[in-house]
């Protein structure tokens, strides 16, 4: 079976500008997170889809928002960026079950 | 590769010996505890998780302790080897969503 795939895996922007990453889960897996990963902050969730409905969002601003699609993919997207958003952004899947699978995350770089 | 945490606490263990990795978690009502393995480049990997039924669980080579007591989860690692080197978050179930532990470096001395 293959894994959680993300895409751009690196990605440099400048301020102001907004940003769409990827995320294919795992085939059969509903439920799509996404997570946020800096050396200051850790792991902090951003917020978590299943069967197209966001589920469970946590404390980010507006400018962080994501959808899913019928496929259960999903994207996320940042507008109006701002330097403290570099970070790597990691997806990970369930199948609705409490186990999670992460993809390789895509490396956000913001100037 | 990406830099998972530029100040962690590091572990530092001897091949071949025994880790064991402890964690802090602030919600006693959580119910459900995961432990990830990040390698450099790479996403975090499910090792091993318990319920908070249970106050030990065994994997290959990897053993989950839980004492809800002093909402305290270690990870202990046995015959440490090379391939173990990695950071290691424990993760708790905070009603919706996982929190996730500020993480531990797993350095294994040849």
């Known amino acids: 079976k293959a894994g959680v795939t993300q895409t751009p895996r690196y990605l440099i922007k400048t301020r102001g500008q907004q940003v769409t990453l990827s995320c294919s889960p795992i085939s059969g897996h509903r439920s799509v997170s996404w997570y946020q990963q800096t050396p200051g902050q850790g792991l902090q969730f951003l917020f978590e889809?299943?069967?197209?409905?966001?589920?469970n969002k946590g404390n980010f601003p507006g400018r962080f928002s994501g959808r899913q699609f019928s496929n259960s993919r999903s994207e996320m997207n940042v507008s109006t960026l701002e330097l403290g958003d570099s970070a790597l952004y990691l997806c990970a899947s369930s199948s609705g079950q409490f186990e999670q699978y992460f993809g390789p995350g895509t490396r956000l770089t913001v100037t | 590769g990406e830099s998972v945490g530029l100040h962690l606490p590091t572990l530092s263990v001897q091949e071949g010996d025994n880790s064991i990795i402890n964690c802090a978690y602030s919600n006693s009502a959580s119910d459900y505890f995961i432990w990830y393995k990040q390698e450099s480049g790479k996403g975090p990997q499910f090792i091993i998780d318990?319920?908070?039924?249970?106050d030990k669980r065994q994997g290959q080579r990897v053993t989950v302790l839980l004492n809800k007591t002093v909402k305290h989860l270690s990870l202990q690692i046995a015959a440490t080897q090379p391939g173990d080197s990695a950071v290691y978050f424990c993760a708790e179930d905070y009603g919706q969503n996982f929190v996730f532990g500020p993480g531990t470096r797993l350095s294994v001395l040849p």
């Open positions: 318990i319920r908070s039924n249970m």
């Open positions: 889809y299943f069967s197209e409905t966001q589920r």
